[in-house]
């Protein structure tokens, strides 16, 4: 199984940005659809982005759709998300996740996950 930590996380204001990291450990990622999934209080944890295997395909949720961007590099076992434009409502704990399915969306297809990292937005 492959261990991941997620950092970058912090407190900015409104419409600044932030870049999350997120590295692997045990296992090479190539093998490995990646994802990110946040969970704000008292809300359930909900899918944000997911990469594909190769990279070559991402896929985002609709409130994040134009301003986060998801990337990977396979050679340093670490994904990425950048976040700009950062709303309120973006104000979560986001955690990355690993899954054996190269196109997974839902929390159920990935198999390992990180400790998370806060990330707040003032307005």
């Known amino acids: 199984q492959v261990q991941l930590v997620e950092s970058g996380g912090g407190l900015v204001q409104a419409g600044g940005s932030l870049r999350l990291s997120c590295a692997a450990s045990g296992r090479t990622l190539n093998n490995y659809g990646m994802g990110w999934f946040r969970q704000a209080p008292g809300k359930e944890r909900e899918f944000v982005a997911g990469?594909?295997?190769?990279?070559?395909?991402?896929y985002y949720a609709d409130s994040v759709k134009g301003r986060f961007t998801i990337s990977r590099d396979n050679r340093k076992n670490t994904e990425y998300l950048q976040m700009n434009s950062l709303k309120p409502e973006d104000t979560a704990v986001y955690y990355c996740?690993?899954?054996?399915?190269?196109?997974?969306?839902?929390?159920?297809?990935?198999?390992?996950w990180g400790q998370g990292t806060q990330v707040t937005v003032s307005s």
């Open positions: 990469i594909s295997w190769s990279g070559g395909r991402t």
């Open positions: 996740a690993a899954s054996r399915t190269s196109m997974a969306t839902m929390m159920k297809d990935f198999g390992s």
